[in-house]
């Protein structure tokens, strides 16, 4: 069937929204990547058997919605009771015939299987009243674990394509770019440009063609908001890809997705099948002369492909090697046309932009930094996930609120932003609003959203020469500083973790990262130097202790710690097993002895102790 | 080793016959065979019209691909910023100390490759092996050898 007009589009919604009224419960099952990974699959057949068995008076398997991430990845697989909201955490297959009993047919709550906050115990019964949901704002994730992740329907019904509507209805491309300037909108890959500019200005290029890219090669590592947004919410990015598709006279658009998100890919492939069947791409969409096309270009894993030049040469079948950007990407893009790129959350803003209007956009975060930020709060916090807070929002608001704390309630020690790019800030950074410009002058900056805590067991020394590492083995090589510089960097900082470095070599390596950040061609080399400077400013006692007294006080580096087996050890025989290197000899139930001449010191017995009895000197 | 390369001209048909397809139709044949073999490179360049040596470069360039066969087990360890910060290090040198190989080597015997990548997305599950396209949550170093164990 294809819609043919806007009026058609809202007959559709109609439809769309009385066939999901039909049944009274629905039962959510989250599928994205993380609850799949702990068996979510098995969650969704186990209702089909169910349920094939037991008829349930007005609930049927339809009513079963896979949709994408909720962000609680940490609790998965997640089950939804809805319209209640009865959220049931780490289900098991064996306990959906209970579910389907007690809570479908007798509106009971199953108590073990709900959340229990983990500072006082207390079981919580709905999903809004959980302190990880209750403290966000969620508008990019508006739809992420509400509607079925692949249907088109569904997003129809929920008011989705009225966007495009309104703006091939009712608005002129030029008043489409001026609605989206006027909401602030920052792109939310990194940088923060100005969507509304960017769109300005590649309208303004006189050129046959334009294109529209959607830049969906999330690399930074501990990031995944745009792989969830991608899989959970197709058709948003798809309209906010046509919307700016619109404003800038584009015909034909990419999405570029990372080579490690398959899920996405598939999801992305469905949505465009399904729209090119309803006539929303392809020619005269909506009965308009709006025509558009989008087609997916997979990544082949190379991070430097996130920097715009890069990724346009990888779109075109090319080696991902950036160009010198004295004529800017959205001048002289991809096959040298002018290009917009925004990334996947960026665009996925775009169409609540419109309908909602700027003011209301603009209503939401701080003056110079509107609207919201997704962030994956990773690492040593106890709930890990996706969130997504108001712009401004504080650090400590997100890592203790939302996040409830460090795991085991150690001391927190710093928090990485920006990936790659970015860099470590300490506590006393804490209350800090977290916005694009904060961020950078504290001297991390936003990236893509990574948000990674850190406790007193993670060596800043480490981290820096971690991140050197892999933007040594990432950079593509073609400019020298880049290439030559990070590569001396992360020699000296491997001479800093090893205890053979001097206090000279701290200040050589705050020169050199000077010249490699005016030197490099890149976004890669110009930030490349970030996660080692800011280290160096906030925690440089702890570079000075390797230094001075070669110790490494979170016991991390190698070089510098012993292992050793203390009286605790009740001859479990674990670690002997888990010694790549025979290195732990003993009999059972007497205490072993480590052989230090031998030890690799790979941390492999201190990982599989449960008694304390393996210690870090 | 032989292969049967018929399925190449499958494989070309599915995209446009343009270098824009090259990156592309490398990853269909790295999915077909799990590495990209010699001969298939040649058939490609012919295809597209372009020199052996732009598809040598583009394969070489991305990680995504691999110039010699791969074993028969693949296992992933994901050492992003998450997973290196809960110990994907340690998880990385037990598997190389178990197997005797670096990461992106495999075992002479084939049985095994070992890669290292640098982030899969799914940090809320820190630290995060992927065996052969299966995801294995919050790893611990003391299941390396259930893992190698494993048919």
């Known amino acids: 069937m294809r819609i043919k007009d806007p009026q058609h589009l809202s007959k559709v919604q109609k439809e769309c929204r009385a066939a999901l009224g039909k049944f009274p419960k629905k039962v959510i099952v989250c599928c994205g990547t993380g609850c799949l990974a702990n068996g979510a699959a098995k969650i969704v057949t186990a209702f089909e058997d169910v349920l094939s068995k037991r008829k349930v008076k007005g609930f049927s398997i339809e009513a079963v919605t896979k949709t994408g991430c909720h962000g609680f990845c940490e609790q998965g697989p997640l089950v939804v009771i809805e319209p209640q909201g009865t959220f049931y955490t780490r289900v098991k297959p064996k306990d959906v015939e209970a579910i389907v009993e007690k809570s479908l047919a007798h509106d009971e709550i199953l108590e073990p299987l709900l959340y229990s906050d983990p500072s006082n115990g207390h079981k919580i019964e709905r999903y809004n009243d959980l302190p990880f949901f209750s403290m966000q704002r969620r508008i990019a994730l508006r739809h992420l674990g509400k509607i079925a992740a692949h249907s088109i329907d569904e997003y129809i019904a929920d008011g989705g394509y009225q966007a495009l509507a309104k703006v091939l209805t009712s608005m002129t491309p030029d ?28 309208r303004d290029v006189v050129s046959d063609v334009h294109y529209v890219i959607c830049n969906g090669d999330e690399g930074d590592p501990g990031a995944f908001m745009d792989r969830s947004i991608m899989e959970g919410d197709p058709h948003g990015v798809l309209e906010g890809m046509m919307i700016a598709a619109y404003a800038v006279d584009a015909r034909q658009g990419f999405i570029y997705v990372r080579e490690e998100y398959p899920l996405a890919v598939t999801h992305l492939k469905k949505a465009i099948d399904d729209c090119e069947e309803v006539g929303l791409l392809g020619d005269n969409i909506l009965g308009s002369d709006f025509s558009f096309s989008i087609r ?16 346009m040469r990888s779109v075109a079948g090319e080696v991902g090697e950036p160009r010198a950007k004295y004529i800017r990407s959205v001048v002289k893009g991809l096959y040298d046309k002018p290009t917009v790129l925004n990334n996947v959350e960026t665009y996925v803003n775009v169409p609540l932009i419109i309908d909602k209007g700027a003011e209301w956009y603009t209503s939401i975060g ?28 504080t650090m400590r608001e997100i890592i203790f609120g939302i996040g409830g704390g460090i795991i085991d309630n150690r001391p927190f020690k710093a928090v990485q932003t920006g990936g790659p790019s970015g860099g470590c800030l300490p506590e006393s950074m804490l209350d800090l609003p977290v916005d694009f410009d904060t961020l950078t002058e504290a001297g991390s900056m936003m990236g893509s959203g990574g948000m990674i805590v ?164 | 080793m032989n292969h049967d390369f018929g399925k190449l001209p499958e494989i070309f048909g599915r995209y446009d016959q343009s270098p824009a397809s090259l990156i592309a139709i490398l990853q269909d044949i790295q999915r077909e065979y799990h590495y990209l073999p010699k ?102 170093v003391s299941n390396v050898r259930k893992i190698l164990k494993a048919k």
């Open chain 1, 296 to 311: 997916i270009s997979r990544g082949a894993g190379a991070f430097v492909c996130g920097e715009s030049s890069a990724l």
């Open chain 1, 454 to 617: 850190m406790d007193d067991r993670t060596c800043m020394v480490d981290l820096a020469k971690y991140f050197l590492s892999f933007l040594v083995s990432e950079s593509c090589g073609k400019c020298v500083p880049c290439r030559e510089g990070l590569y001396q960097l992360h020699a000296m900082t491997v001479k800093v973790s090893e205890g053979r470095a001097t206090e000279a070599d701290l200040e050589k390596m705050e020169k050199l990262s000077e010249m490699i950040i005016l030197g490099s061609l890149c976004g890669l080399g110009k930030s490349g130097p970030n996660p080692l400077l800011s280290t160096i400013r906030y925690f440089r006692d702890e570079y000075l202790v390797h230094i001075r007294e070669k110790r490494c006080p979170a016991g991390v580096c190698r070089e510098l710690i012993t292992y050793e087996i203390n009286d605790k050890c009740t001859g479990c025989m674990a670690c002997i097993s888990a010694c790549a290197v025979n290195a732990i000899t003993g009999e059972k139930k007497q205490v072993h002895v480590l052989d230090q001449e031998k030890c690799t010191k790979c941390g492999a017995c201190y990982a599989v102790c449960k008694f304390d009895a393996i210690e870090i000197h």
């Open chain 1, 175 to 202: 008043e489409v770019i001026a609605e989206i300037m006027a909401s602030g909108l920052r792109g939310r890959g990194g940088g923060g440009f100005p969507a509304g500019r960017k769109w300005r200005t590649c």
């Open chain 1, 366 to 393: 701080t003056p110079s930094n509107t609207g919201t930020k997704v962030f994956s709060l990773v690492g040593k916090v106890r709930n890990t996930g996706l969130i997504e807070v108001a712009m401004g929002a």
């Open chain 2, 39 to 140: 001969e298939a490179l040649r058939e490609t360049a012919r295809w597209l019209t372009i020199p052996l040596s732009k598809v040598y470069s583009v394969s070489t360039f991305y990680n995504a691909f691999s110039l010699v066969p791969r074993g028969k087990k693949v296992i992933r360890v994901c050492v992003g910023t998450a997973c290196h910060i809960r110990g994907a290090s340690l998880i990385q040198q037990q598997f190389e100390s178990m197997l005797n190989i670096k990461a992106g080597q495999t075992t002479p015997d084939r049985e095994h490759t070992l890669e290292v990548v640098a982030c899969v997305g799914a940090c809320a599950m820190a630290p995060i092996i992927i065996v052969d396209e299966k995801y294995h949550g919050s790893f611990s």
